[in-house]
């Protein structure tokens, strides 16, 4: 079965949405970053800890993660700070 989506992984970085980790105070230095970026594309990444395996058990009953895919966790803040960068459409 083809998937209706798939990454384009020749998509480069084209901007920060919201603030950096060092602006909200969610790293510990350079290592420990989450992160939220819109590609060239419009797609988006998201750079957080990886909790795949720990919440695999508990998601909702309609919730699968492929074996190429993963859950990962940013600090709320930073998705609060990047909502005035997300377009509504």
Do not use: H, Q
């Not at 800890?49 to 919730?63: A, H, I, K, M």
């Amino acid at each position: 079965m083809s998937r209706l989506w798939d990454a384009d992984i020749s998509a480069s970085f084209s901007r920060r949405l919201g603030k950096s980790a060092a602006e909200l105070g969610a790293t510990g230095g350079r290592d420990d970053c989450p992160d939220i970026w819109e590609l060239d594309n419009g797609d988006i990444a998201v750079i957080g800890r990886d909790v795949t395996e720990t919440y695999r058990s508990r998601l909702p009953e309609d919730v699968r993660i492929a074996t190429d895919e993963k859950l990962v966790i940013i600090p709320r803040r930073m998705l609060v700070a990047a909502k005035a960068d997300i377009p509504d459409v």
